[in-house]
């Protein structure tokens, strides 16, 4: 009899470890939602729960759930792990980045999925031919125009600060919610604001994504960020996104219904 039940546990183990259920987290924007979406419903189709926790906030809390254990991954940007989370005085490779934070906090990074979703700054197509906008650059010949930018820009090392000073801008911008500058642009409120490169929003309102003519902005590889703990046929898994979403389809991205928060704590993405 125990010869059987030891038989019948050994062959349940593999279902067990399918049966697994795995917390993806997101960040506060249609990007994330989307990204964790697609990583939720890879998860589904090869045998894994998915407990989804999005509208986490910005990149901060999401890490910090992720290091408490809270969450067991989560979609992530090369540029931010570099710049806003491990603060390294300069730019590393995948390899590089992936060895530090397992060293530091346990944690691993996939195989990029294939676009880079850099930081930028956008104005409407009308502000872009009336000031003659086409790179950064040019912002310094209208020093007239009305800047409001996302609050977690205005505070991160690849953010205004460093950016202003890269290029020698002397506006003094003030703070909106990401969500609510597109709208803001439409309407004549504001003039400039930071974008990401793949936000469907920049088609949807026509609007004109100034050149970094100084390459300022780091590259934005969007990956994975999980627990080192994570059942290895659920990386192997997510891996199967490896170079499978092209920047073409990210730009061709339209804005979702955003879902209800579930956590606490509230900042900008990215």
């Not at 593999?14 to 939602?33: C, D, M, W």
């Not at 003094?172 to 609510?180: A, F, Q, R, T």
């Not at 994504?209 to 960020?225: G, R």
Request: proline content about 4%.
């Amino acid at each position: 009899m125990k010869k059987y039940l030891v038989l019948a546990i050994c062959w349940l183990l593999p279902v067990l470890s399918y049966a697994q259920t795995i917390r993806v987290g997101a960040k506060h924007f249609n990007e994330g939602y989307i990204l964790s979406e697609i990583v939720s419903q890879l998860l589904e189709s090869n045998g894994y729960t998915v407990e989804r926790k999005f509208n986490l906030g910005g990149t901060l809390i999401c890490f910090e759930a992720l290091r408490n254990n809270e969450i067991d991954i989560y979609p992530e940007y090369t540029g931010t792990l570099n710049d806003e989370i491990l603060k390294l005085p300069e730019r590393a490779d995948i390899p590089v980045l992936d060895s530090i934070l397992y060293s530091r906090d346990s944690l691993h990074i996939s195989a990029p999925y294939g676009f880079n979703n850099t930081y930028a700054l956008a104005v409407t197509k009308k502000t872009s031919d009336k000031y003659h906008l086409s790179k950064i650059s040019d912002l310094l010949q209208s020093l007239s125009l009305r800047f409001a930018l996302s609050y977690e820009f205005l505070k991160r090392k690849d953010g205004w600060d460093n950016l202003a000073a890269a290029y020698g801008l002397p506006q003094h911008p003030v703070g909106i919610e990401h969500g609510l500058a597109y709208e803001a642009l439409q309407n004549n409120t504001i003039d400039v604001t930071d974008v990401y490169s793949t936000d469907g929003e920049i088609v949807k309102y026509d609007l004109a994504v100034l050149s970094d003519d100084k390459n300022f902005f780091p590259h934005y590889e969007a990956v994975s960020l999980y627990r080192s703990g994570l059942d290895p046929k659920a990386v192997t898994t997510v891996n199967k996104l490896a170079g499978k979403i092209s920047q073409q389809k990210m730009d061709q991205t339209r804005p979702i219904v955003q879902p209800a928060r579930t956590s606490v704590g509230k900042c900008a993405p990215r």
